[in-house]
T-cell receptor, first 114, second 116 residues
Framework: KNQVEQSPQSLIILEGKNCTLQCNYTVSPFSNLRWYKQDTGRGPVSLTIMTFSENTKSNGRYTATLDADTKQSSLHITASQLSDSASYICVVSDRGSTLGRLYFGRGTQLTVWP | EADIYQTPRYLVIGTGKKITLECSQTMGHDKMYWYQQDPGMELHLIHYSYGVNSTEKGDLSSESTVSRIRTEHFPLTLESARPSHTSQYLC???????????????FGPGTRLTVL
């Protein structure tokens, strides 16, 4: 069964600290993996996309990694800011259907305290 | 900021009412989607469209219906709302099929529906 599991479910850190969010998936055949940021009461916004051949990709203070062998991804946030408080969702796409089906994780709720 | 809009943002109605959630995008995208999201849970696809006059049901069974008469407009209708329909509804669009190649889905801000 294709699944996406994220950990931790929630995380509280102090402003300026770093943190790492985890995503494990069983989706096969794998096409790509995206990390989305969803602010409260808003729709998700894409942060990064990674394909099979990519190991690391950065977007400002966000760095995503992908290990396609172990089917794990992480999102590292450096020097956190209050505006980083949001839900971070891992989304994996498969190649098995014409729709390019997406599998969503439940997200990690990050809270940054001053 | 993506050019995809949803109205209303919040809606509280009584059981049995008919409602329509509006979604429009100005990016000219052919592909549009409706998702349902409960707090702390993953997004579930309930409807999608490949283009004008095309509508398909998603993975999660839903009593709602959709229509696609114009490229930019993809409204969702509930003929008789029930408390079990209480949820957040997110609309999205993409240039190509979401999940294929680098086709990114752009999401609207969502409609928070509460049925009393």
């Amino acid at each position: 069964k294709n699944q996406v599991e994220q950990s931790p479910q929630s995380l509280i850190i102090l402003e300026g600290k770093n943190c790492t969010l985890q995503c494990n998936y069983t989706v096969s055949p794998f096409s790509n993996l995206r990390w989305y940021k969803q602010d409260t009461g808003r729709g998700p916004v894409s942060l990064t996309i990674m394909t099979f051949s990519e190991n690391t990709k950065s977007n400002g203070r966000y760095t995503a990694t992908l290990d396609a062998d172990t089917k794990q991804s992480s999102l590292h946030i450096t020097a956190s800011q209050l505006s980083d408080s949001a839900s971070y969702i891992c989304v994996v796409s498969d190649r098995g259907s014409t729709l390019g089906r997406l599998y969503f994780g439940r997200g990690t709720q990050l809270t940054v305290w001053p | 900021e993506a050019d995809i809009y949803q109205t209303p943002r919040y809606l509280v109605i009584g059981t049995g009412k008919k409602i329509t959630l509006e979604c429009s995008q100005t990016m000219g995208h052919d592909k549009m989607y409706w998702y349902q999201q409960d707090p702390g849970m993953e997004l579930h696809l309930i409807h999608y469209s490949y283009g004008v006059n095309s509508t398909e049901k998603g993975d999660l069974s839903s009593e709602s219906t959709v229509s696609r008469i114009r490229t930019e407009h993809f409204p969702l209708t509930l003929e008789s709302a029930r408390p079990s329909h209480t949820s957040q509804y997110l609309c999205a669009s993409s240039e190509g099929l979401a999940g294929t190649d680098y086709n990114e889905q752009f999401f609207g801000p969502g409609t928070r529906l509460t049925v009393l």
